[in-house]
């Protein structure tokens, strides 16, 4: 059997009920490493990990390491759980996934920076007087990000999806929304929407539409 003329579903079904499968995964990775790859990318330029080129190198290894774990640990609960709303569902899906990972990620080296710097931090400032010692934590600002930014995106994102669910219609608004949030949440250009995300369309095409949606949101807010 040809696992290359599997549709989307059936290939994510197939690694997810059988784990053990190396043609499927090897199907799966010819089919979409390069999207999980161009995710990562992105988002790691977005928060600005591409600067030191040689940590990046590895750092980008191991992201991608990451995402093909998230999908296989747990006897691949991530697979298993994904609900196809249409068959190019799953490149928004492994989207999310490569994002979280670099999310993960950052997290993490923001702990380690956090218990690296508890010490210094708990010194007194120069110049203090021994009784009632001014620290460093006391006069050095939080830097990390309201809860409120996360709550108030998700939020966004909620209030867009419903707005795209009624004003896209046709036979192919699954398709068309897909394309949409390819290139607002992701950055997409129609090129790499074309040539990358399985989409059989030609890149004026996918234009249009992305201007066509654009229209109808200005006109419905």
């Not at 390069?34 to 995710?39: F, K, M, P, S, V």
């Not at 747990?74 to 759980?81: D, E, S, T, V």
């Not at 508890?118 to 809860?147: C, F, K, N, Y």
């Not at 192919?172 to 250009?189: V, W």
């Amino acid at each position: 059997m040809d696992l290359r003329n599997l549709s989307n579903t059936e290939l994510v079904k197939l690694c997810a009920e059988k784990p053990e499968n190396e043609q499927a995964w090897t199907a799966f990775y010819e089919r979409f490493n390069e999207h999980i790859r161009l995710i990562i990318l992105r988002e790691c330029r977005d928060k600005f990990l591409t600067t030191n080129k040689i940590q990046f190198n590895e750092v980008f290894k191991d992201l991608v390491q990451e995402v093909y774990f998230k999908l296989i640990q747990k006897n691949c609960k991530a697979l298993r759980n994904y609900m196809a709303a249409s068959e190019n569902s799953i490149y928004t899906y492994l989207a999310m996934i490569a994002r979280n990972a670099v999310r993960g990620y950052l997290t993490k080296e923001g702990a380690k920076k956090r218990r690296a710097n508890l010490l210094s931090l708990d010194t007194p400032v120069a110049g203090s007087q021994e009784e009632g010692d001014l620290r460093l934590i006391d006069v050095v600002p939080a830097s990390e990000p309201s809860p409120d930014a996360n709550l108030d995106e998700e939020s966004d994102r909620q209030e867009l999806d419903i707005l795209l669910d009624k004003i896209v219609t046709g036979k192919s608004k699954e398709r068309d929304i897909l394309i949409f949030k390819l290139h607002h949440y992701q950055k997409f250009s129609s090129e790499q929407i074309a040539g990358q995300c399985g989409i059989p369309l030609s890149d004026k095409r996918i234009r249009n539409i992305i201007t066509e949606i654009k229209q109808q949101l200005s006109e419905a807010l």
